[in-house]
């Protein structure tokens, strides 16, 4: 069978609206993931940090366990195999005249607790690399152990965090591929199901990894600018402003030199 190029690229330049609506339920399960993943990786982080050693314990086997099962298990055991042991399954509700799907929940719930497993252990890192003193010093101004985290320890670790945890994020925009193993409607699945119609597998996977393409690059994109804008402090000319460190990023590579805002100023 030969490649059918108007198939193609009418499949390309004007997608159906389940596959837009498939690109929709990609981008929202891996953002609602990334959102739980992290929220799950700063309390675990902080528990590997923690002076009780139960709490150590119970994060470090947390990490341990789930970054050694494949997410693909972690989906399947969550969404069937819960509901097979008699626990509570996850229930479609509404949200005014949109309906929520269990499997969509799972899914989300499933890449997260996978999520959760590696921020951990970037959130640990981050926090890490704050310098001792500096905390030692804020304890000395009598702040609390909430305004210590507040304060010094998150606004410093955040530029340590953000970029592996921008590379966690692309990885998770693929994982989302996983989740058509029980039976989300992304854009993987709906592929396959036209694909098992038209028997044109070879031109729908191509579209899917252009998708892929697309979704990851424009993410690497804004990383990229949020990254350029949280490392300015450690170049001799900053990008004060969003909208410079956006302009920078697309005009060279690196940081701006200082002549470039003494100029300006």
């Known amino acids: 069978m030969s490649f059918d190029w108007s198939f193609f690229f009418e499949r390309l ?15 929202s399960i891996a953002l609602f993931a990334m959102i739980l993943g992290t929220i799950i990786g700063f309390l675990v982080g902080y528990g590997r ?24 298990v972690i989906l399947v055991l969550i969404f069937t195999g819960v509901a ?12 005014g005249s949109l309906e929520v799907p269990g ?33 030692e010093a804020a304890k000395a101004l009598g702040m609390s152990a909430a305004q210590i985290a507040r304060r010094i320890v998150v606004p410093q670790a955040t530029r340590v965090i953000i ?22 409607q992304e854009i993987f699945l709906i592929s396959q199901s036209v694909a ?20 990851t690059g424009f993410w690497s994109i804004v990383q990229g600018i949020v990254e350029l804008k949280l490392r300015a402090f450690e170049a ?19 940081i701006p030199e200082r002549k470039e805002v003494m100029s300006r100023a």
Request: without cysteine.
């Open 49 to 72: 940090l923690s002076k009780i050693w139960i709490i150590r314990a119970v994060s470090g086997l947390y990490v341990w366990i789930i970054r050694g099962i494949p997410p693909l």
């Open 196 to 215: 098992s119609n038209t028997f044109r597998v070879f031109e729908l996977m191509i579209v899917v990894s252009i998708s892929y393409l697309i979704l």
């Open 236 to 254: 001799s000319t900053p990008a004060y402003t969003w909208g410079q460190a956006f302009v920078h990023f697309f005009r060279r590579p690196g």
């Open 163 to 184: 970029p592996p945890a921008g590379n966690e994020f692309n990885v998770l925009i693929k994982l989302t591929s996983l989740v058509s193993v029980i039976g989300v």
């Open 84 to 95: 097979a042991a008699g626990l509570p399954r996850f229930e479609e509700f509404f949200i």
């Open 13 to 27: 330049f004007f997608p159906e609206e389940r596959y837009l609506w498939g690109l929709f339920t990609t981008m």
């Open 103 to 135: 499997n969509y929940q799972a899914a989300i719930a499933g890449l997260g607790i996978h999520t959760g497993a590696y921020m951990a252990e970037i959130v640990r890192n981050g926090i890490q690399s704050v310098q001792p003193g500096q905390i």
